[in-house]
């Protein structure tokens, strides 16, 4: 019988932006997120007898291009946990691109806890976490709900997430925006890249992320919304700082990101509770409680090309 | 009979962004400018037998409340040269606020000059700066044509403008994308003021600005206008950096701001010599040469809500 492994995606609130080591995905700074309700992952993992891995996305095979990431992935899991076998995979996306998230930590993170079910290799969540990390930084994240800390480490074994709380009972919820219109796209693992390596801000964002790190820790265990939604909002312009100040110069603004973040300013004056985030791409993720989410949402469908989506706090990695 | 001074607007390459007295306008950093042909001040004083000044912007007679700056700006000049007249001065802004361009570099260039015309104070160039520089940081560098450099220094005798290249033979234009939107306004002044404050990346701020200073210099002194676009956009972007990393966040943007920018970073992979600049404000200032000017000017004017101005090298203080 196929066990599937379902994770949630998540949204960092002190972002995790430039790698020390590519190869083994170790961060230069701890980040922390939030996992989300909504939007998920589900995989599961089944071995075949063969010398080949078989991958399904949404149900469709894969072509050899298409599943290279993953069939490499697998190869690293296999030599790490010396085992030979080879899977069929099938994972099911839940995180529409509609919605403005990232699948690769939702997909990773469930990826490697369908693969540690299906070979009963028995991690704990700190081996899940790392594993799953190999697959793609944020995804480490995904293994726990809630408010979760990624720390950074130095080498491949002392770099996992940590829960910091898991059902926080907090009225948070985040609005993402998400702006209809393609954009010219950077990945995230070039435009960390280029920050670290041409940005001369760079070394004081390493200082930044470390001291909001601990003052957003302090302000989740107050329950102090306000506060974690200006320390996140300022180490997420922080983040985009890095990219306007590297060269050349480049932005994952477009047009109506910079609209929505005037207008969530305003509506912050008017004293609608209101942070936002931004992550390697032009959509807003707006921060806020169940009423003044609701509030904002009526501002931002006035938008033409925007489409908002609402999701509350999620839970950690779950088999079915 | 009345003499006027006539001052030039100039357009910061390396950016003034910071005083460290503000009192004296001493900034932080030496800064370096382009003086530019198109956009100007008139401005000419008389003595008059009065204990009060009487001052005519654009031939409107000013009230107490609108000349207050002026005023306060030429009792520090009496005081400092020890001379108790009292002037009618009228200032003519060739500077429209449709050009994007702020006049108050080229009025208190033009006014410092007037007064030290009318009262015979015969000061030298170094000396005219450092009292331009008094009325508005900038100002102090519309003292002259061409390139100029606003050494920093560190009291008020030693914080003015130096020629680089007053007649730089070079096919350098500059086009000012001007951006017909009523913008939320945050004075430079106050701008500057939260990026010193509050921006972890002030202090990086300053080591940048001291080494594209010495960069740009040398790209001038080759005529070589790719480098001096490349420096002078890096340096803009940069100092957007620090407001976007201020706490709290702001951004001088709009939406149009970031369409431009983006134009410009395909025009330039189309082979377009462009590069982009901009102050505290939306509009945007583009350096190319004047026939990517040409093509760049075409591209603009398909955008609705943008207004293109063209401006060449221009002179320093003249006399009529």
């Known amino acids: 019988m196929t066990k599937t492994a379902r994770a949630f995606t998540n949204i960092a609130l002190i972002k995790y932006w430039g790698k020390?080591?590519?190869?083994?995905?170790?961060?230069?700074?701890?980040?922390?997120?939030?996992?989300?309700?909504?939007?998920?992952?589900?995989?599961?993992?089944?071995?075949?007898?063969?010398?080949?891995?078989?991958?399904?996305?949404?149900?469709?095979?894969?072509?050899?291009?298409?599943?290279?990431?993953?069939?490499?992935?697998?190869?690293?899991?296999?030599?790490?946990?010396?085992?030979?076998?080879?899977?069929?995979?099938?994972s099911?996306?839940?995180?529409?691109?509609?919605?403005?998230?990232?699948?690769?930590a939702s997909g990773f993170a469930a990826l490697a806890a369908s693969i540690d079910q299906t070979m009963a290799l028995n991690l704990d969540k700190s081996q899940l976490s790392i594993l799953a990390r190999r697959g793609s930084g944020s995804a480490s994240r995904s293994i726990y709900g809630g408010f979760v800390e990624w720390i950074a480490g130095d080498n491949n074994n002392n770099s996992f997430a940590v829960p910091i709380d898991e059902n926080p009972d907090i009225d948070l919820e985040i609005l993402s925006a998400v702006i209809n219109k393609k954009a010219k796209k950077i990945s995230s693992t070039s435009g960390m890249e280029k920050s670290v390596e041409t940005s001369p801000f760079y070394p004081n964002w390493v200082k930044l992320v470390s001291s909001e790190t601990n003052e957003i820790k302090q302000a989740i265990?107050?329950?102090?919304?306000?506060?974690?939604?200006?320390?996140?909002?300022?180490?997420?312009?922080?983040?985009?700082?890095?990219?306007?100040?590297?060269k050349p110069s480049f932005t994952y603004f477009e047009p109506e990101t910079v609209e929505i973040i005037h207008l969530i300013q305003e509506l912050r004056q008017k004293g609608i509770l209101a942070y936002v985030t931004i992550d390697a791409g032009p959509n807003v993720k707006i921060l806020g409680t169940h009423k003044s989410i609701e509030q904002i949402k009526s501002y931002l469908n006035n938008l033409s090309d925007v489409t908002t989506v609402v999701a509350n706090i999620g839970h950690g990695i779950q088999y079915f």
Chains 1, 2 share one sequence.
Do not use: C, W
């Open 221 to 246: 265990k107050q329950k102090d919304i306000q506060k974690i939604g200006e320390i996140a909002e300022h180490n997420a312009m922080s983040m985009h700082a890095l990219t306007l100040s590297a």
């Open 20 to 90: 020390k080591d590519q190869k083994l995905k170790l961060p230069y700074t701890n980040s922390l997120s939030l996992t989300l309700d909504r939007f998920y992952t589900d995989t599961s993992s089944e071995i075949i007898d063969s010398s080949k891995d078989i991958i399904y996305l949404n149900d469709m095979l894969l072509n050899e291009e298409q599943s290279k990431r993953i069939i490499k992935y697998l190869d690293s899991t296999r030599k790490k946990y010396n085992f030979s076998e080879h899977f069929k995979i099938n």
């Open 92 to 104: 099911v996306n839940h995180v529409p691109t509609s919605a403005g998230f990232a699948s690769s």
